[in-house]
């Protein structure tokens, strides 16, 4: 079996397009939730979202990529390119060793939309030759292999809201089990769309609040429902050994993944919580830490069910030393950026492991009695931790986690 290390990170969120950019602003507890302005929400009962915000796709693509492509593959591309520079990989490893591990929970809902409107007013003539290599779902994926000639597995997975946590998993076992070198992982989302809000919105996922420090609440007694994001992340893993012969700048060890499905509901997750328990258990087999020393980056949407589902599972995976165990939700700040988070999260634990600066869940001032854990409210803190677990959940019952060690 292989190490697996993290050599480079990249970032486009609702609180920031760069990877400092995006960890000051989760460390200082900014929040990323506006009103709406990638449409007219008067007929909406949605106003708010956590959009990406001044995005420029020609600061990193050519006026031609950037016009045959989704605004999801526009991210995807500015934040790999950002966490391939941050490597320094580029150059150092064969194409044939190096794999695309990208996700996206809807793909280009964007062009689709666009396209669909096209075709009810104009007919058939008016649906664009590019409609379809910019929705499908693989092609931030086929995209990012082209940009950075990766001839190794490149491939896209949709588990929903665990998506980006996914790709890294599988990403790190491809590492591991020898089948790469160096993957090129992450998710990516840009679906603030009339038809995803409204989809979102009647099926009472969404938060209807029109106070952004009372919109995404997670852990907390007020909490009515989540905010819609948008953005990506990436995460260059790539094999110890590898990595230091090239004298990479490590960030941390890939040390855990665990992959589990509810098969309860389609939209709801388990309230028993066991199998998101198992997810997080077999992130940790083998592992050495101590509970003090652990910080764990939580799905905590906000919704009603999530986050006392969540707590129970955290309870049921430490049992007594739940309690001593740090944990915040940044979903607080970025909202919920779907097929993204999972890496997005993936990015805040590594960064907290490289700190010693664990970001907070802001706006939790009145604690939810059922989530008794510590949440980190309001502010961050500053507490040195050797380990940190993401955990994600994602419609159809998909759990998954993964774990980090300091090296």
């Known amino acids: 079996m292989k190490r697996v290390v993290v050599t480079g990170l990249g970032a486009v969120t609702p609180i920031g397009n ?17 009103p709406i302005t990638r449409f007219d929400t008067t007929d909406s009962k949605c106003k708010l979202a956590a959009e990406v915000k001044g995005f420029d796709p020609l600061s990193c693509l050519d006026k031609n990529t950037a016009r045959k492509t989704d605004p999801y593959v526009q991210y995807a591309l500015a934040c790999t390119q950002e966490a391939m520079a941050d490597s320094g990989l580029e150059g150092h490893i064969d194409g044939s060793e190096l794999g695309v591990y990208f996700g996206s929970g809807v793909g280009g809902i964007q062009t689709t939309c666009e396209n669909h409107v096209g075709l009810l007013e104009g007919g058939a003539k008016k649906v664009t030759p590019q409609f379809v290599p910019k929705m499908i779902i693989n092609i931030a994926a086929g995209q990012i292999a082209i940009r950075f000639n990766a001839h190794g597995n490149a491939m896209s997975m949709s588990t929903a809201c665990a998506t980006g946590t996914t790709a890294i998993g599988e990403a790190y076992r491809a590492i591991k089990d020898g089948y790469l070198t160096a993957v090129i992982c992450g998710g990516s989302e840009a679906a603030i769309t009339p038809l995803c809000v409204a989809g979102f919105v009647n099926c009472m996922a969404l938060s209807q609040s029109q106070n952004p420090d009372e919109a995404s609440l997670p852990f907390d007694s007020r909490r ?24 990479a700048k490590i960030y941390a060890e890939v040390c855990g993944y665990g992959a589990t499905c509810d098969a309860h509901h389609v939209t709801a997750p388990d309230p028993e919580a066991v199998y998101t328990a198992k ?39 430490f049992g007594d030393d739940a309690k001593k165990v740090k944990i915040s939700s940044t979903k607080s700040m970025t909202g919920h950026m779907l097929g993204a988070a999972g890496a997005a999260e993936a990015i805040a634990c590594v960064k907290a492991i ?54």
Do not use: M
């Open 354 to 407: 490289e700190t010693g600066i664990l970001p907070p869940t802001i706006n939790l001032t009145s604690p939810d009695p059922a989530c008794d854990l510590d949440y980190t409210p309001c502010k961050a803190v500053k507490h040195p931790v050797t380990t940190a677990i993401s955990t994600s959940l994602g419609f159809g019952g998909h759990n998954a986690c993964l774990a980090f060690r300091k090296v």
């Open 18 to 34: 760069t990877l400092p950019e995006y960890w000051n602003g989760l460390i200082n507890g900014v929040n990323g939730i506006t």
């Open 224 to 247: 009515a429902g989540f905010v819609i994001g948008e953005g990506a992340a990436a995460l260059i893993l790539e094999e110890y050994e590898h990595a230091v012969a090239r004298g």
């Open 279 to 317: 997810a997080i258990q077999k992130a940790l087999e083998g592992v050495d830490y101590r509970a003090e020393d652990l910080y764990i980056n939580a799905h905590g949407t906000g919704t009603a069910l999530n986050d006392t589902t969540e707590t129970k599972a955290f309870k049921l995976a």
